[in-house]
T-cell receptor, first 111, second 111 residues
Framework: SQQGEEDPQALSIQEGENATMNCSYK?????LQWYRQNSGRGLVHLIL?????REKHSGRLRVTLDTSKKSSSLLITASRAADTASYFC???????????FGKGTRLHILP | DAGVTQSPTHLIKTRGQQVTLRCSPI?????VSWYQQVLGQGPQFIFQ???????GRGNFPDRFSARQFPNYSSELNVNALLLGDSALYLC??????????FGSGTRLTVV
């Protein structure tokens, strides 16, 4: 089963524009993470935001978390061709630290 | 330092056969998790091991089994392979708060 649901499923934007992806989840969480995956290869950890945090930045990435709405967003500013990838949110909330992924957003940056 | 290493990278098996996939975590990481990713979907949680003990199990049949060794490396075994087992199998290790580190995965094709 999947906890998170990313929106949109696919997104195409021009290079240089900002890309925003959203994630909604169902149950209480300890933290939420965003990962990137290039062409069906391994996932790369981008950023982790705790349940008591509302916003976090890392380079061109900005993540927000609204626990009242059970949602998060990932903003990539000034997109580049190399940002073309699938982006997944993942949540954990149990006693163990396993994480559950959503279905992902496929981002395509147009030259 | 080496990242998470998985072997083999690609594998083709026939229906009904058995397969063993291997994973070596980052040095010092004691937790290993296994995920199955079918094309176009998000990774699905299979197992998590910590200190050689099973800590969590996803919704997979008993044909799937795993173990963790004293050096924290891990094996995932799948018996009686079905066509639907064709997927990218991802291994991840974690040492705590900063998220998972994934290997590049093993692409399993069942014919």
């Amino acid at each position: 089963s999947q906890q998170g649901e990313e929106d949109p499923q696919a997104l195409s934007i021009q290079e240089g524009e900002n890309a925003t992806m959203n994630c909604s989840y169902k149950t209480s969480i300890n933290n939420l993470q965003w990962y990137r995956q290039n062409s069906g290869r391994g996932l790369v950890h981008l950023i982790l935001i705790r349940s008591n945090e509302r916003e976090k930045h890392s380079g061109r990435l900005r993540v927000t978390l609204d626990t009242s709405k059970k949602s998060s967003s990932l903003l990539i500013t000034a997109s580049r061709a190399a940002d073309t990838a699938s982006y997944f949110c993942a949540t954990d909330g149990g006693r163990d630290d396993k994480i559950i992924f959503g279905k992902g957003t496929r981002l395509h940056i147009l030259p | 330092d080496a990242g998470v290493t998985q072997s083999p990278t690609h594998l083709i098996k026939t229906r009904g056969q058995q397969v063993t996939l291997r994973c070596s975590p980052i040095s010092g990481h004691k937790s290993v998790s296994w995920y199955q990713q079918v094309l176009g979907q998000g990774p699905q949680f299979i197992f998590q091991y910590y200190e050689k003990e099973e800590r969590g199990r996803g919704n997979f049949p008993d044909r799937f089994s795993a173990r963790q060794f004293p050096n924290y490396s891990s094996e995932l075994n799948v018996n009686a392979l079905l066509l639907g087992d064709s997927a990218l199998y991802l291994c991840a290790s974690t040492g705590g708060y900063y998220g998972y580190t994934f290997g590049s995965g093993t692409r399993l094709t069942v014919v």
